[in-house]
């Protein structure tokens, strides 16, 4: 590869033949340019030489000489100039570079080189200055504007980057793949500038028809046009091109692929499916194809189906960290937790670790009532989750937490983590049921657990759970009568028996007099769970009145 780029060199003007040699059409140099040149040549040959013995050194000491008698060959002084980057010796390429670029016949590709050294050199505002100086000069690339907008970014110059994603646009009108790069440096205005958010999207979203106008035959060129299209919240353009992208080349795996993730985004899961089957006839060994299949089957609840088809994936492909963690999904959907610990403790030696490998063990091991190891996978999750932007600790995994925390006994942590839940999610209703019903079991701040039940039950109000919780806090406050209404309600909401809502309704129905009512309730909470403090209370209460008509013994 060296010897080639030297090959290139020689020829290239002032190495391959002298550059003051007479012609018709060249005046005749001064002699003290024949000097220079002859002695650049001089140097050029020696330096080829010693390359062609591999004495990388040597090759680089005596044509950093050529560039000091003849800067004219800028293939050369660009093949220089990154050599001494390379190799760390920064004082020298810029000394290099310098000079270069104070030349007016210098390209942009060598001043785009000077910004490169400039940044590295840690002096961004003389790299923004050769950027632009590349910028105004052919052969422009479009590495120049994206080296210009992060610097512009970084300084908090946004509003700047805008007229040269313009003039970018115009330079590279023809060339979609250009254009597409173009359209990420509008979105990394728009993070880095949210005011300038609705600008930039439009300008992307102008420049995305731009290539589509010009119709490009990569197929490459079109996936990345249909993926811009996502991230820009216009799936039905994206749509539009992978169906475009189909017609011409209907085997395409990508486009089907890209389709069916499209598809399952927005839950259209017949199509997903047709998608999906027709990718498998195409590519049978594709895990990714199994993987999706298998998301299909859990959108549809068929969790033995989509169990299968997680493990076709993790066979084609064991690095494959979705069709783990989504295999643990199933088994988990499917009452095995135990399955899943073990299907995520392998996982752990085949992918990198994971805020949802490492959660999933916490729901696994906490399911098993295997509490502590429970809570080292939530914390291993926590921090894991803490480091993505956004994290990905969100309020239902602080209400998982928190659940886990108050079945350990752990009251104070376990409020910690469920009044995270609600500050992310005020609305949330399982955490708000949860803490207070806590609050309401331990008879602490009844009127604040009564309003969060409420505001649980108007999100759900047919829901057993709630019911009991409110008919369990108004118990609490001693309104009898009311909480026996909610807590008759619960039973007739529940689709099993509960023996926690049956010895709630046992005890509201004693405090309301309604003794008949109490002892049905605790002998049928007794049927369901064995519990000494539940037949004490049965045991304890009133016997039934006897009837005038029962037969006497």
């Known amino acids: 590869m060296v010897l080639a780029m030297v090959v290139a060199g ?33 140097a050029f040959a020696a330096g080829l030489v010693r390359g062609m013995n591999g004495d990388s050194e040597g090759l ?32 020298r390429a810029l000394k290099l570079l310098d000079r270069v670029s104070a030349r007016s016949d210098t390209p942009g590709e060598l001043h785009a080189l000077h910004g490169v050294a400039l940044t590295q050199a840690g002096r961004p505002a003389d790299a923004l200055k050769a950027y632009l100086r590349a910028a105004e000069r052919p052969p422009v690339i479009v590495a120049v504007y994206q080296a210009v907008v992060r610097i512009l970014a970084e300084d908090r110059r946004t509003s700047e980057a805008l007229p040269l994603l313009a003039r970018a646009r115009n330079s590279f009108a023809a060339e979609p793949g250009s254009l597409l790069e173009i359209v990420d440096l509008y979105r990394v205005i728009g993070v880095a500038d949210p005011k300038l958010q609705p600008q930039t999207q439009a300008a992307a979203l102008e420049v995305l028809a731009q290539v589509r106008v010009l119709k490009p035959e990569d197929p490459g060129i079109s996936l990345r046009l249909a993926d811009r299209y996502v991230q820009f919240g216009q799936a039905d353009q994206s749509e539009a091109v992978l169906r475009e992208l189909q017609e011409r080349a209907p085997r395409n795996p990508a486009a089907l692929s890209r389709l069916a993730e499209l598809y399952l ?18 590519d049978p060994a594709n895990p990714v194809t199994y993987y999706f299949l298998g998301v299909v089957a859990l959108q549809e609840k068929e969790f033995e189906r989509a169990r299968n088809h997680f493990e076709r994936a993790i066979l084609l492909n064991p690095t494959l960290e979705p069709a783990q963690t989504d295999l643990a999904v199933a088994l988990l959907s499917l009452q095995r937790p135990e399955d899943a610990v073990s299907v995520l403790d392998r996982a752990r030696k085949e992918v990198p670790p994971s805020f949802r490998l490492e959660y999933l063990s916490g729901v696994a091991r906490s399911q098993l009532k295997r509490f502590d190891l429970a809570l080292e996978a939530y914390s291993a999750a926590e921090k894991l989750g803490a480091t993505n932007q956004p994290p990905l600790t969100d309020h239902r995994f602080y209400f998982q937490v928190g659940a886990l925390l108050e079945r350990k006994g752990d009251e104070s942590k376990s409020i910690e983590y469920l009044e995270k839940s609600l500050e992310l999610k005020p609305d949330f209703d399982e955490a708000l049921n949860h803490l207070g019903y806590m609050w309401a079991e331990k008879g602490k701040n009844l009127p604040r657990a009564r309003a969060m039940i409420e505001q649980a039950l108007q999100a759900e109000p047919e829901n057993p759970a709630y019911m009991d919780s409110m008919g369990w806090v108004l118990y609490r406050l001693g309104r009898y009568p009311e909480a026996l209404e909610w807590l008759t309600k619960a039973r007739q909401r529940l689709t099993e028996p509960d023996a926690t809502v049956l010895d709630h ?49």
């Open 265 to 282: 985004r927005s839950g259209r899961i017949p199509e997903a499916s047709r998608q999906l089957e027709a990718l498998r006839k195409i």
């Open 60 to 91: 680089l000491r005596y044509f950093e000489r050529v560039t000091e008698n003849d800067l004219s060959n800028h293939e050369l002084v660009a093949d220089v100039a990154r050599r001494l980057l390379q190799q760390g010796k920064m004082d």
């Open 505 to 553: 309704l046992g005890d509201a129905a004693a405090a309301s007099g309604r003794w008949d009512l109490a002892r049905d309730a605790w002998a049928a909470s007794l049927k369901v769970e064995s519990s000494a403090s539940i037949a004490k209370k049965l045991a304890d209460a009133p016997p039934a009145p006897v009837s005038p008509n029962s037969p006497r013994k």
């Open 10 to 42: 020689c020829r290239t003007p002032g190495l391959g033949k002298p550059s003051g040699a007479p012609s018709a059409k060249r005046s005749v140099a001064a002699p003290a340019d024949w000097e220079r040149r002859a002695e650049a040549h001089a």
